[in-house]
């Protein structure tokens, strides 16, 4: 056992990017994806003279700061695994909340969703499996993040049409939704020096960062075209940056969404902005 931990501390010494208890973690993290054997396991037969040489080069991109999500190629959401790349975005605990308010609110069946900037598919993915025979699509405008989204989906049997899409510039040709979801780029530029270096250096920009010009610029053009391929009633969820939520319900009313709210994560943060399509 005591070998195990001085491992463990001596390692985690290494990963100056995160605080003690989360190096502690990404360790224990890595030793257990390469070596197959539960924590308790390791504690009374492990000998750092048999650590394969795989782990040991793993560790070496640990210490760049590089994500372990991006290393081991999958990440953790909502109970299951998805597979990353650096095309797309690392699943958040904060998406979490958001397709867990969704599912929780939604309970009908047969209902049709879109999720817009869809990276990995996890959120398309977690609905399709979660809610009552949905019909469910999912849109991005990076191919390559499309490309492993379709993995996800084909991996846990999930059934999401996904299509190529600029939201920007175009606008999906679907109609009648019930629900329309979005975690779009949120980060403005002018933010960019405050991130988390693992981030910043790995993480797709693409899928971050937005003009500080006009950061709600992805919130407006999906409340609008969601005005069009919501029906009447229809909702609109999206997860914002904490800083924007008062200027996205101000989005929204503009254009004539009603019950509009703030919800706030785990952390006491706003997180997420509701509204719904007027009747018609």
Same mark, same amino acid.
């Given at each position: 056992m005591g070998a195990f931990l001085e491992l463990v501390n001596r390692w985690s010494s290494h990963l100056k990017l995160y605080p003690k208890p989360e190096a502690d973690s990404l360790v224990h993290w890595l030793l257990e994806h390469h070596l197959g054997m539960r924590r308790v396991d390791m504690m009374h037969f492990l000998e750092e003279k048999d650590l394969p040489e795989a782990l040991k080069q793993d560790f070496e991109r640990l210490k760049t700061g590089e994500p372990i999500q991006y290393i081991l190629g999958h990440g953790p959401f909502y109970g299951r695994e998805f597979k990353v790349s650096p095309a797309t975005l690392i699943p958040r605990n904060e998406t979490e909340e958001l397709v867990h308010l969704i599912i929780k609110e939604n309970p009908q069946a047969n209902l049709r969703i879109l999720d817009i900037g869809t990276g990995t598919g996890c959120i398309p993915i977690t609905l399709a499996l979660e809610m009552k025979n949905p019909? +469910? =699509?999912? +849109?991005? @405008?990076?191919e390559d993040a499309l490309e492993i989204a379709k993995e996800n989906a084909k991996a846990l049997q999930a059934k999401v049409k996904f299509l190529p899409c600029d939201i920007l510039a175009e606008i999906p040709p679907l109609s009648d939704l019930d629900l329309i979801v979005?975690?779009?780029?949120? @980060?403005p530029f002018s933010e960019k020096e405050q991130m988390h270096r693992n981030v910043l250096d790995f993480e797709p920009h693409l899928a971050l =960062? +937005?003009?500080? *010009? *006009?950061?709600? +610029? =992805?919130?407006?053009? @999906?409340?609008?075209?969601?005005? %069009?391929?919501?029906?009447? %009633?229809g909702k609109l969820y999206f997860e914002i940056n904490e800083r924007f939520g008062n200027e996205v319900v101000r989005v929204l009313s503009a254009l004539d969404f009603k019950e509009i709210r703030i919800i706030k994560d785990l952390n006491g943060k706003d997180r997420i902005v509701s509204g719904q399509k007027s009747g018609e």
């Amino acid at each position: 056992m005591g070998a195990f931990l001085e491992l463990v501390n001596r390692w985690s010494s290494h990963l100056k990017l995160y605080p003690k208890p989360e190096a502690d973690s990404l360790v224990h993290w890595l030793l257990e994806h390469h070596l197959g054997m539960r924590r308790v396991d390791m504690m009374h037969f492990l000998e750092e003279k048999d650590l394969p040489e795989a782990l040991k080069q793993d560790f070496e991109r640990l210490k760049t700061g590089e994500p372990i999500q991006y290393i081991l190629g999958h990440g953790p959401f909502y109970g299951r695994e998805f597979k990353v790349s650096p095309a797309t975005l690392i699943p958040r605990n904060e998406t979490e909340e958001l397709v867990h308010l969704i599912i929780k609110e939604n309970p009908q069946a047969n209902l049709r969703i879109l999720d817009i900037g869809t990276g990995t598919g996890c959120i398309p993915i977690t609905l399709a499996l979660e809610m009552k025979n949905p019909e +469910v =699509f999912a +849109v991005d @405008i990076s191919e390559d993040a499309l490309e492993i989204a379709k993995e996800n989906a084909k991996a846990l049997q999930a059934k999401v049409k996904f299509l190529p899409c600029d939201i920007l510039a175009e606008i999906p040709p679907l109609s009648d939704l019930d629900l329309i979801v979005s975690n779009p780029p949120y @980060i403005p530029f002018s933010e960019k020096e405050q991130m988390h270096r693992n981030v910043l250096d790995f993480e797709p920009h693409l899928a971050l =960062f +937005v003009s500080t *010009d *006009d950061p709600l +610029v =992805f919130y407006k053009k @999906i409340a609008e075209k969601g005005k %069009h391929l919501l029906k009447p %009633h229809g909702k609109l969820y999206f997860e914002i940056n904490e800083r924007f939520g008062n200027e996205v319900v101000r989005v929204l009313s503009a254009l004539d969404f009603k019950e509009i709210r703030i919800i706030k994560d785990l952390n006491g943060k706003d997180r997420i902005v509701s509204g719904q399509k007027s009747g018609e």
